[in-house]
């Protein structure tokens, strides 16, 4: 059963960057991409757990801002030294200008 | 004296894990505000500053290297010097900066010539790619933290005849050779095992037995020539000319404070002139570069302007780092509790470090 929660209005993100969202304690990084579609994943980094939204957005890539490690946020997967473990990505819904995320994924 | 120092230093020692213990290890480090719009312009990659220095500083050593040989064979080896030299500068020294701001894959926007110029760079400094990827990945994480930090030059007390002998590469040049020999066997120092993730070390083993192919190919080249030249083209360099890269490294961070959390006690940033910042890649913003590493090198000095108000005093010259750093460390060579204190400007913001266990 998902457990869809509202993360953000569709304008607090600009397009290729990403915000933070907490929800029970938990980090989520919400990114909108240059073609204006809405991603998620866990908030923090899986090599030394900094925040990702103060990341660097390029396309479908976002880099930690600690060592550069490098996701792509759409299916989380590494790209390359220093992280060797993907993110952990949750879906998400846009309705009446409000993008949800499925904290339950 | 010699072992208990280092093993106070070393990464797989006590002091690591009281490191952890106090909080020290992975913590949260002062960082200067900066507007997240301003900042994402500041981080904002281009291909174009790099493709112009890259140009220049490999454009420049295969004319320096070409005029260096003609010399040497049709004039005199003794006035083939100065383009030696100049060559040796660009690749023993500016092949530092070279390694370091392509390691972070900041200086292209394209990752290929990242990783290409990362690549060349390592072999010319004699870093091994994937070991140094990942000691300097630490570095940024413990960054002056006695027991976590594998790249801290300059202990305390320091080692002396060690850091002057490596103005010549003469402790790291063979010490990269034996690294080389033992990575192509198929192992690794016990302090590179602790950082090189399992399935990273099969990497390093390979790209040895490369480099050690091309040295034995520059030597098969000296010895059928019957000259030394070779050598002065490729490897050689890391002894003759590399005494710029340590000029520029030593004023990082050497007799500042360690275990501090905040970059702005335990880093330089030293004005340079334009040639300097060509060779160094402007990594004279050091604190800019701890602070922030995901800005290029192209972009640190703007970033310079926008958080300098946060800083303690730039440095107007090497000149004046040094004469603060070299009273410093021969200061730590009977005193190990003192270090360089840094006065934050009025109005800065402190740091409020999370109380540290011990």
Redesign the interface.
Known sequence: MPTWVPACSVDDVDAE?VIPFEHDGVDYAVFRSPDDRYFATAGHCT???TLLC???V?GPIV?C????G?FDYRDGSAQG??V?VGLKTYPTRVEEGTVFIDITA | MGRERLALYSLVGPESERAVERGLA?AVWFKADVP?KR??EL???SDSPAIRDTAIWLGGMLVLGAAAVWVWTTVSPWLAAPAFLLYGLLYGSAGDSRWHEAG???AF?TRWMDTTVYEIASFMMMREP?VW??TH?RH??DTLIVGRDPEIAVMRPARLARILLNFFGLVDVPTSFRLMFLHAVGRLTPDEADVV?E??QPRVYRKARIWLLIYAATLAAAVLSGSIVPFLLIGGPRVYATFMHLVYALTQHAGMGEDVLDHRLNTRTVRMCWFNRFLYWNMNYHVEHHM???VPYHRLPELHEEIQHELAAVYPSIWAAYKELVPAILRQLKDQKYYVRRELPPGATPFNEPALAG
């Open positions: 960057d090599h030394e757990l103060d990341g660097l390029m880099e801002p600690k060592h550069n490098r030294a220093p060797l | 992975n997240r900042m994402k981080m904002q990659r972070h894959g900041t926007k994937t990827r990942w990945t940024h994480t993730p399935q990273e922030y590493p995901l």
